[in-house]
């Protein structure tokens, strides 16, 4: 079963340096038929204007998951963590007891991203943070996975869940299958261009909603970017 959600229909908060969109229920946008798909909790699509960003802000269990689309965003936290993240590629921070941290744009245009919240299976833990780049090169034979909870080869980000992040980057006419442990759920949104998934058509910053199918055969109808959680 695959159910679309529109763009449109997403929640949506414009604070002037921030304009964000909320897949699932987020701060003061609510629906209760929207509060998490699995262990899945948040999928917001920000947009962050040059120069701007979040001040120093706490966290604690929860997988958070940022994928840069456009711009870069700079990082800084109170593990002496710092770092600076590049369009197409991801950084993972695992809150655990407690983490600070700020995010900023500091580059002279605007900054677009996912920043995606995963349930970590346990609570607790020592907080963490790592950022990984993912040349466009390296996705050309389909889904690349960028971060996981699982056991996975080569040198993957690893989070603290019951869950794998992977994207793929396909040409108009290409197309890329997932497939899916029995039990899995999906969510897939396609960063940039047209595709259909299994038949459903969907637009760049659309939510596609898995459930119940053991693979998803995306076509890209126009140049295309696809991010895709498979959760628990």
């Given amino acids: 079963m695959l159910q679309l959600r529109p763009f449109e229909s997403l929640g949506h908060a414009n604070h002037g340096w921030l ?92 900054t677009r991203i996912f920043q995606i919240w995963i349930v970590p299976e346990n609570v607790g833990g020592a907080p963490s943070w790592g950022t990984r780049p993912f040349p466009k090169g390296e996705r050309g034979e389909g889904f690349v996975t960028l971060a996981s909870g699982r056991e996975e080869p080569g040198d993957t980000l690893r989070i603290r869940a019951d869950a794998r992040l992977v994207a793929a980057t396909l040409h108009a006419g290409e197309s890329a299958e997932y497939r899916f442990d029995e039990g899995r759920r999906g969510y897939l949104v396609p960063a940039k261009g047209v595709i259909e998934v299994n038949g459903v058509r969907a637009h760049a910053r659309d939510g596609v909603a898995v459930e119940d199918e053991r693979v998803v055969r995306v076509t890209a109808i126009e140049d295309s970017e696809i991010v895709l959680v498979d959760v628990a």
């Fill in 19 to 110: 304009d964000a969109h909320h897949h699932f229920s987020f701060a003061e946008y609510y629906d209760p038929q929207r509060m998490n798909w699995g262990n899945l909790r948040v999928w917001n699509d920000d947009l962050i204007a040059a120069g701007s960003g979040f001040p120093p802000h706490p966290h604690r269990d929860m997988e958070i998951i940022t994928y840069v689309r456009e711009g870069a965003i700079s990082h800084q936290d109170n593990l002496g963590n710092k770092g600076r993240t590049e369009a197409g590629d991801v950084q993972v921070m695992s809150a655990g007891t407690g983490i600070v941290h700020g995010e900023y744009n500091l580059e002279p245009v605007d």
